[in-house]
Structure formats: C-alpha cells, structure tokens
Nanobody
Framework: QVQLVESGGGLVQAGGSLRLSCAAS????????MGWFRQAPGKEREFAAR????????YYADSVKGRFTISRDNAKNMVYLQMNSLKPEDTAVYYC?????????????WGQGTQVTVSS
C-alpha cells in the first residue's frame, strides 16, 4: 500500500516556474515507478512524466518535454516535478502516481492532486 500527498501547486504567470512535490508512504517506495499526470477542466487525465524504479530513467509527454523535469529521492520517499516556462495550457490539477510497472498505470496508487494555474 502506498499513500501519496502532493504539494507545491499554485498560481503563476506564464513563463514562470513551479516545483511540485509528492510525499509517499511505504517502505517499498524505491520499487515503484512514479509518474505525474494532469487533468485540465473538461478534459481527461493525461500523462505528463514518469521516472522508473530501476535506473531512474525518465520519459515525458511531448507537451512538456524540455520544460518539465521529474526526479526522485528514494531516501526521502519523495518525487518532484520541476516545471519551467509554464504556459496557460499547463493549467490543470496535477496528480502523483505510483505503479509497479513503468508503463502501466491501471492499478496505480494516486494522490489527491494539486492545482496549478498559469495566467496569461
């Protein structure tokens, strides 16, 4: 069982930066792939970034590649999403997820989400 709590969301102007954090409970945090997803109003939840459990390799959606960076600190049971050059279209609720598989999130654990609003 893994419990996830996101923080760090807020209101920022276009071009600004935010750093999201996700605190995870559980002794086996290092064995989970971690991901960030987002859901904009009226849209489905979409993948943003993930980091593997094995070698911390990362993968990004094209929409955030080059602007967002995902990282993890297994000693602290934390995962982060550094978001730079934010755009109004990045406005969404951002969710942290933990999965036993790098590319399958159907059985993932989810946090409650944190709101990110980017003003133009």
């Amino acid at each position: 069982q893994v419990q996830l709590v996101e923080s760090g969301g807020g209101l920022v102007q276009a071009g600004g930066s935010l750093r999201l954090s996700c605190a995870a409970s559980g002794r086996t945090f290092s064995s989970y792939a971690m991901g960030w997803f987002r859901q904009a109003p009226g849209k489905e939840r979409e993948f943003a970034a993930r980091i593997s459990w094995s070698d911390s390799s990362t993968y990004y959606a094209d929409s955030v590649k080059g602007r967002f960076t995902i990282s993890r600190d297994n000693a602290k049971n934390m995962v982060y999403l550094q978001m730079n050059s934010l755009k109004p279209e990045d406005t969404a609720v951002y969710y942290c997820a933990a999965s036993s598989y790098n590319t399958y999130w159907g059985n993932a654990y989810w946090g409650q989400g944190t709101q990110v609003t980017v003003s133009s």
